[in-house]
Nanobody, 123 residues
Framework: QAHLVESGGGLVQAGGSLRLSCAAS????????MGWFRQAPGKEREFVAS????????YYVDSVKGRFTISRDNAKNTVYLQMNSLKPEDTAVYYC????????????????WGQGAQVTVSS
C-alpha cells in the first residue's frame, strides 16, 4: 500500500512558477506509474500529467503542455510537477496519484491518492 503526501502548493502571481512534490511511502514506488490531477472549484477532477515507472513515458493534458513538466526520482520516492507560466485558470487543488502498474493508461482510475495541495494563481 502506498501513502502519498503532496507539498509545494501556494499562492503565486500569473506568469510565476511553482513546483509540487509528492513523497511516497513503500518499497515499490519505483514500479508504480505516477500522475497528477487537479480539481478547480465547481469543476470535476481532471487529469494533468503522468509518468511511467522509469520516466520514459509522459502524458500531459493539452492545457498544460509546454508549461508543466512531470518528473520523478525513484531514489527519493518522489514525483514532481514543475509548473511554469502559471495562469489563473490553473488554480485548483492538485492531487498526486499512483497506479500499481509500470505504465499509466489514460482514463483509468488511480489506485492511490494524496490528500491534495492548493495552488492559487492570482491575476
Amino acid at each position: 500500500q502506498a501513502h502519498l503526501v503532496e507539498s509545494g502548493g501556494g499562492l503565486v502571481q500569473a506568469g510565476g512558477s511553482l513546483r509540487l512534490s509528492c513523497a511516497a511511502s513503500g518499497r515499490t514506488f519505483s514500479t508504480y506509474a505516477m500522475g497528477w490531477f487537479r480539481q478547480a472549484p465547481g469543476k470535476e477532477r481532471e487529469f494533468v500529467a503522468s509518468i511511467s515507472w522509469k520516466g520514459g513515458s509522459l502524458y500531459y493534458v493539452d492545457s498544460v503542455k509546454g508549461r508543466f513538466t512531470i518528473s520523478r526520482d525513484n531514489a527519493k520516492n518522489t514525483v514532481y510537477l514543475q509548473m511554469n507560466s502559471l495562469k489563473p485558470e490553473d488554480t485548483a487543488v492538485y492531487y498526486c496519484a499512483a497506479r500499481t502498474t509500470l505504465l499509466w493508461r489514460l482514463g483509468t482510475e488511480p489506485d492511490y491518492w494524496g490528500q491534495g495541495a492548493q495552488v492559487t494563481v492570482s491575476s
